[in-house]
């Protein structure tokens, strides 16, 4: 299949945007991109020592910067980090030559999937589920700017899957 546009995939940590990017990449057999991935390419550093040594302002700039190299490209599935959409000009970019999915997923299903996990700077708090809540609550705002909500509370990424292909 060609993809004159690319798809994007935004969403809160944990609503399996890397898995659901990973395997449409698969079944259109075109590359993925992680934005996290990039930052820490680029740095040399994990997200947790970027966050740590130069601070989430910082990785915020190399975040949208990140957006700007590769939004222009074509034919690419973009797996962005839960906080790109905290800059507006980084959803202005994207909505312009990419089809954005908000991968929604409740607080609680986010809770049970990431609780074991420790690699998300801003969630290493003694009360992650206060913590996710607060960010969702400010965020959905943000996410619901995309393209197209996606329902990802279910534990298998196939409804998401075929939703998001339905739809390019
Ligand atoms: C963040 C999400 C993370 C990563 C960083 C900050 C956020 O990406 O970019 O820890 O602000 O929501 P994932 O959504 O891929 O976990």
Redesign the pocket.
């Known amino acids: 299949m060609l993809m004159d546009k690319n798809i994007v995939l935004i969403g ?3 609503s399996g ?2 898995m659901i990017a990973r395997e449409l990449a698969k079944r259109l057999n075109v590359p993925v991109l992680a ?2 991935a990039l930052a820490e390419a680029k740095e040399k550093q994990t ?1 947790h020592e970027i ?1 740590k040594s130069k601070g989430e302002t910082y990785f915020r700039h190399l ?1 949208s910067g990140i957006i700007k190299d590769i939004s222009h490209r074509r034919g690419i599935i973009i797996d962005c ?3 790109v959409v905290l800059a507006q000009e980084n959803l202005q970019i994207l909505k312009t030559n990419c089809i954005v999915f908000y991968l929604e997923a409740s607080p609680e299903v986010i809770y049970q999937r990431i609780k074991h996990e420790t690699h ?3 969630l290493n708090t003694p009360d992650p589920l206060g913590c996710i809540k607060e ?1 969702y609550n400010q965020r959905l705002p943000l996410y619901n700017q995309a393209d197209y909500v996606i329902d990802a509370n279910d534990a298998s990424i196939e409804g998401p899957v075929v939703e998001i292909l339905k739809r390019i």
Do not use: A, N
């Open positions: 809160f940590m944990g945007k890397s934005t996290d997200i966050f975040e980090g839960g906080g998300r700077p801003l960010l």
